[in-house]
């Protein structure tokens, strides 16, 4: 009940800025169209492997609708308010510091996902024919893979945040996890495709949770099993994630006021 | 002390200050140069995938983003606040700065400086490997390097001029973090790689509507592929000089519809 109170607080906060969403909207449709225009590029040139122009044109559009499912604010909001000495109040509370700020980031999740995602899912369908699987169980499985994904990057922008209580500062933990993303997710060119060092790098990962493992998925080139891998890493960052937590207990120093 | 002295003065503090948190300071450091490196990281793994694209070798598209890199990396050098102006705006900041006996826009960007050092290194070593590799192998001649110096300067001035027009828009809108997604962030990703790749309407917009293919491109045909003529040096120059006109004119207006949103 609690979880679901903070995530509708952040969604019903995030309704305030419709002009500034409105345009993030727009931004994030022409973010893709230029890498579609890339791909549309190199394709005119050249084979593009098992996914042609067509199939690569896909799955940049997809991969570009779901992004705003696995994005979470800088450190869950954490740094500001580390920064604020919130954090001692935060601590208080009879709620686990890891569920009180992933229901909130929740919130905002499913307000990308309503107003950003899925209109850009509507334009990318329309505009590029992004093919609309028949199949029940590759919806079920993408859905699944993605829930997974927004899991991953909460527990991520969690233990990025709570960094805020030894650095001060974590927003460079965000970006260089936005940047290594960006590659390792297979956002902006499948995996197989990569050299064989930086494969092995990323599938040793839970980047490709992000963006390969739910569009391989609803491309229909992968399978229930490819969800395996994110689920034992889903774990492993919760155990993470709890250790964090109580390191911040011991560490917690109230700073401003 | 002049206006530049004052400045100076500001960003050195401002230096200091930020050198107080010394693990953070060099973290940030530390990381801002991995950030920009993995950044490239998808570029350079695309380009020696696929090589040469439309023509370009992949020493010229190298080009391309030392050149842009480094004006951009430049302008967030003097200009991070107005890269990140929104928070001036929503917390109220704005008003402590107004009440500064001096111009508006320069309390403004010397209320905060940030450290690009990391960053630099890294677009200038991309840019020094590409030139003298271009050099080496005839394809440029020498006087790519004062050509090359121009651009930058006018690169970062059109950089400049379109974070000061985005930043003006938040006297109006308010929030101009997703605007500045759209005029920053979108326009420097398509102008890593040559404009011809995109569609028309891309171009038109990357050339007139936000001159971000003035940073880079324009100037390119002529340095590096030797294409079209040295009148393109004069107008990356004229559309960087209407560009500082145009977003200093839309911040002067923009400041008189300022209210304040502070607590």
Redesign the interface.
Known sequence: MVIWVLARSMYESRLQYSASHAVRTVASIIFGLIYVSIWQGIGAERELGSYGTVGMVSYIAFNQVILWVTFTSHGLGLEERVRTGQIALDLVRPLHLFVFAASREAGSIAYNALFTALPLYAVYAVSFGLPIPRELSVWAYTAAALAMGAYTALCIGYAIGVTALWTVESRWFSLLNYSVNFTLSGFLMPLDWMPGWLQTIARVSPYPIFNYVPTQIYLGKAGPSSLLVPLVWCLLLTLLCIAASAAVRRKVEVQGG | MNWLGISVMLYKINVRAGMQ?R??FI??TL??A???V??F??LV??L???GA??GWSVWEIGYLYGVLMTAKFLYRAFGSAINNFEPYLVNGTLDQLLLRPMPLLLAVLTSRTRMVGGELLQSLTVLGACVARLLVHGDASWWIVPETLLIICTGTVIMFAVGLATAACGFW???????S??TD??TT??CQ?PLS???EW?RTLLLAVIPFGFINYVPAMFIVRGEWGVWTLAATAAVAAAALLIALGVWKIGVTKYQSTGT
């Open positions: 948190y693990l953070n973290l940030s990381l801002a991995l950030v920009t993995s950044e990281l998808g793994v695309l020696s995938v696929f694209i439309q809108i308010t929030r101009t973090e997703d605007l997604v759209l962030n979108a990703t398509a790689l790749l995109f569609p891309l």
